[in-house]
């Protein structure tokens, strides 16, 4: 089966600037998952939807960070404006709802504020 | 709340000899644990989980809910084994979270 999908790989940007990330699940995985890792640190879940529902967003924070899921299938992770603490990696996940809790990862976009 | 404790960020390992990386959690509910390891250059993937109670690359770890610990380990250390690994607590709404993680290397 084809991975997660994520794009783009890296990106740069000036601090108050925005970014858009894109992810696209496993063909069938309902659930969907944006996380954030920053250096050293391991990651830290940003928001969950169950097909296009928000399930958690306790820890997005809502002043710049927006997430969507319209179709129930791909992902869109916006920051605007930026800052210079969010430089990390944007991981995303998928799980199918049914079976064995596993989250499959994508390869991750890492961000650079300057 | 619900936490993942990692005490070690960096271990390192003679091969050949004995791994054991520390994780214990803290949740009031009935855990569902994991390891997820991330080798070089390649995207985080599940190693194993305390379901299934499966050995995979000969590794394992046990769910210990008397001291809320789920170390995982290993035997005889491989050079193949060098990465950074992340213990992790599944709660809630299938909410996952994870350890600051310990980043493993083998010494030839």
């Known amino acids: 089966e084809a991975g997660v999908a994520q794009s783009p790989r890296y990106k740069i940007i000036e601090k108050r600037q925005s970014v858009a990330f894109w992810c696209n699940p496993i063909s069938g995985h309902a659930t969907l998952y944006w996380y954030q890792q920053i250096l050293g640190q391991g990651p830290k879940l940003l928001i969950q939807f169950q097909n296009n529902g928000v399930v958690d967003d306790s820890q997005l924070p809502k002043d710049r960070f927006s997430a969507e899921r319209l179709k129930g299938v791909d992902s869109t992770l916006k920051i605007q404006p930026a800052k210079l603490e969010d430089s990390a990696v944007y991981l995303c996940?998928?799980?199918?709802?049914?079976?064995?809790?596993?989250?499959?990862f994508g390869a991750g976009s890492r961000l650079t504020v300057l | 709340a619900q936490r993942v404790t990692q005490p070690e960020k960096l271990l390192s390992v003679f091969k050949g000899a004995p791994v054991e990386l520390k994780c214990n959690y803290s949740?009031?509910?009935?855990?569902?644990l994991f390891w997820y390891v991330q080798y070089s250059r390649q995207r985080l993937q599940l190693l194993l989980r305390?379901?299934s109670r499966e050995s995979i690359k000969g590794f394992t770890a046990d769910l210990n809910k008397g001291e809320t610990s789920f170390h995982l380990k290993k035997p005889f250390a491989q050079e193949e084994d060098s990465a950074m690994y992340y213990c992790a607590l599944l709660f809630g709404n299938e909410k996952l979270t994870f350890g600051t993680g310990t980043r493993l290397t083998i010494i030839p």
């Open positions: 949740y009031s509910g009935s855990p569902e």
């Open positions: 996940a998928s799980r199918l709802n049914s079976g064995a809790n596993v989250l499959t």
């Open positions: 305390h379901i």
